[in-house]
Each structure stands twice: as structure tokens, then as C-alpha cells.
């Protein structure tokens, strides 16, 4: 995957906000001109915070729209349709901060299911564990700031996906890795 240079990322994240902005006050965003990484098809997530907790996280693991597609898309369903929260007022908007993670193509955990902890890099890897009707996806970044383990990061990927804590182990239960580039509005 072709890494977005720094400007790149602040674009993605000025785009977010905009979308965002737009959206909670019911206007369609329309996509400006943007650099030629935009149009490529990638997996990118929107987070929302608000003094330091989570408002909302939603987004396309996988590579199915061109980038600034995905990250309007990813926005709005942050902003607006994350079920975990309401939808974000507009005298919310000022006090909130974003984060526009673009994700590397989700590959298969390619080990043992009891070798899995071994193979997962905390700080590097996103997981997205599924099976039996069920998935759930954490960003790479959710592990380093709870401080967890490699396990304890599987076992609150299951959980994420609704599954009990050490699913993982099972070979009808499948662990998928990705990595992301991270762009945080307050340090572009």
C-alpha cells in the first residue's frame, strides 16, 4: 500500500471534519479536488472523540471505494449512525476531535489458532476476528492505549464481535490482520 504523505493526511482529516460539519447540519458533502491517493480504492476508519472519549468509530475495513469516498461515507456513519451513541448536535461540533485511520487490505492470520497471540503485533496490527455468524473489528491503535496484551487483544476483538473471550483458539473462528496509517487532528 502507498503510504499518504503528511499533507495527504492532513487533507483526510480536513475532509472528515468538513463531512462532518456538513452532515449534522444536513447538507450533502460534496468531494473537492483532491491528490490522486484519493481515488484509490482503501479500507479508512473515523473516529470522533470529545474530551478524550470515544463519540464514534465507524468505517470500511475493506477496499471497496476510492478513498475519499470512503472517508465521506465513514464520517457521516461516525457522526451520525454509530448505534453506540446519538447522533452529534451541532453545538457538539467544536469540542470534538478526529482521527482518519486508512487501513492496509485485511490478510488472513496465516498460523495455528493457539499460535495466534505470538503473531500479532500490538502497535502494528488492527484485527477483525469472525465466525459463527458473527465479526467484530478493533483498530491498531485500541490495544497500545489500553495497554493490552496480544491475547487480551484477541479477546477483546471476540468480544467486539459478540463472541466469547477466546474464540480465537478455534480453527472455525477466523483472525484477520491489517495496519493502519494514523492521522490525528490535533497533531496536523
Known sequence: ME?????EGRTAVHLARSTIEKAVNGERMVLPGLPPVFL???GVFVTIKRQGHLRGCIG???PIRPLGD???EAAVS???EDPRFPPVSQRELD????EVTVLTEPQTLDCPPERRPDCVVVGKHGLIVSGLGTGGLLLPQVPTEYGWTSKEFLDQTCVKAGLP???WRRDDVAVLTFEGQIFDEKAV
Do not use: H, N, S
Not at 3 to 7: A, D, H, K, S
Open 95 to 98: 469540542g470534538l476531535d478526529l
Open 165 to 167: 473471550v477466546g474464540c
Open 70 to 72: 470512503a472517508i465521506v
Open 78 to 80: 461516525a457522526a451520525l
Open 3 to 7: 503510504m499518504l504523505t503528511p499533507e
Open 40 to 42: 484509490q480504492r482503501r
Open 60 to 62: 470500511l475495513p475493506y
